[in-house]
């Protein structure tokens, strides 16, 4: 599975409208979310809704089974995570320091398309490189709250407003964040660089040293 959409245009290459920001929406778990329809993820981001949960559990995030969005096998990414193919596949956000999460349900949209108005710096426009996600670590999700993985872009020469890890401290503090709010602590996380599935070397480092899991990444901080 691509971890995002590289053009922001269509197949006939006219721009389409920019998404309609959604009000801020207050809880520090939220979901950005549409209704499936005809077994397909909706496309329409100004019809689609930002709600308020309490935790996230294995129904919530099985919702996108109905709408197809499942990991798939690509070209790109590492033949060692076929083995997760048709899993469900989310995509999430959290804020460094409040811990406040957002994930992505029933829908097509992008991390920064959701994220607009409902965490401060987020700025997600047509001109790619004035784009922002503010203070902000995107992941994704794949499987239910124990089986499958966490994969986290991380990349120690990013900018903090680009969305990304830059430090073990975002690792573990998002780890820790993740299980406090439902995540089984036998769930796998590994460190990645977008926009395919492809295990940075660093994670791979730090899986020899024994972690593995967000209960691995818990114990350190």
């Not at 496309?43 to 129904?59: A, G, P, S, T």
């Not at 989310?90 to 409040?98: A, N, S």
């Not at 994704?140 to 124990?146: L, Q, W």
Request: proline letters at 4%.
């Amino acid at each position: 599975m691509v971890w995002k959409t590289d053009s922001f245009y269509t197949g006939n290459y006219e721009p389409r409208r920019l998404p309609v920001a959604q009000p801020y929406q207050q809880g520090s778990v939220i979901a950005h979310v549409e209704r499936v329809e005809k077994q397909r993820v909706s496309r329409q981001r100004e019809n689609e809704k930002v709600e308020r949960l309490f935790r996230i559990d294995d129904n919530i995030l099985g919702y996108n089974l109905d709408g197809q969005r499942v990991f798939v096998r690509c070209q790109q990414n590492e033949r060692a995570f076929d083995v997760y193919i048709a899993l469900p596949f989310v995509k999430g956000m959290t804020e460094r320091e409040t811990g406040r999460t957002m994930i992505i349900l029933g829908s097509e949209a992008h991390h920064g398309e959701a994220m607009v108005k409902q965490f401060p710096g987020a700025v997600w426009n047509d001109v790619e490189d004035q784009r922002s996600y503010g203070n902000t670590i995107r992941w994704i999700n794949v499987g239910d709250t124990t089986q499958g993985f966490i994969g986290m872009d991380y990349n120690p020469n990013a900018a903090a407003d680009k969305g990304v890890a830059t430090s073990l401290d975002d690792v573990y503090f998002v780890a820790r964040t993740l299980v406090g709010i439902g995540y089984d602590t036998r769930k796998r996380l590994f460190l990645l660089k977008p926009p395919y599935i492809v295990e940075r070397e660093e994670g791979k480092v730090l899986r020899q040293r024994g972690l593995n899991t967000l209960d691995d990444y818990c114990r350190h901080h």
